[in-house]
């Protein structure tokens, strides 16, 4: 994975990228934001908010869904355990499940794609 580091307060972190087609995830200590990527053109793609996606590396606690299941908006899709927490992972609309790409078990890094909805 690859890192930056980021002077704040005087102090020098080191900062995870994960790069996908979408854009780039950045983490940092307790969370993580997706930077987008402009394009310069009209796309029926799906866009990165239809994906659940590992907000911070962890492991797989429990997945909730299977592939070709309705699921409602805030449906708990993925229970991922890191830093001695739970994090639910809920759907961020209603929607079908395309796919899920992690098991129970799993560890899993940020940006991870965990589950996809299919497109609207």
């Known amino acids: 994975m690859p890192w ?18 979408k854009g780039v ?20 793609n799906q866009s990165p908010e239809d994906d659940v996606v590992a907000p911070m590396t962890g492991k ?3 997945v909730n ?9 805030d449906d708990v899709l993925v229970l991922l355990e890191a830093m001695k927490m739970e994090y639910r992972l809920s759907a961020p609309r209603a929607g079908v499940i395309e796919s899920v790409n992690c098991v129970a078990g799993d560890l899993v890094d940020l940006g991870k794609l965990l589950v996809a909805l299919e497109a609207q």
């Not at 980021?6 to 087609?21: A, I, S």
């Not at 869904?65 to 908006?73: D, L, R």
């Open 65 to 73: 869904v299977k592939v070709g299941e309705g699921v409602e908006k």
């Open 25 to 44: 995830w950045v983490g940092w200590p307790g969370g993580s934001t997706f930077i987008s990527k402009e394009l310069s053109f009209a796309s029926a």
């Open 60 to 62: 797989v606690v429990k």
């Open 4 to 21: 930056i580091v980021v002077e704040r307060d005087g102090k020098q972190e080191r900062v995870p990228l994960v790069r996908t087609p």
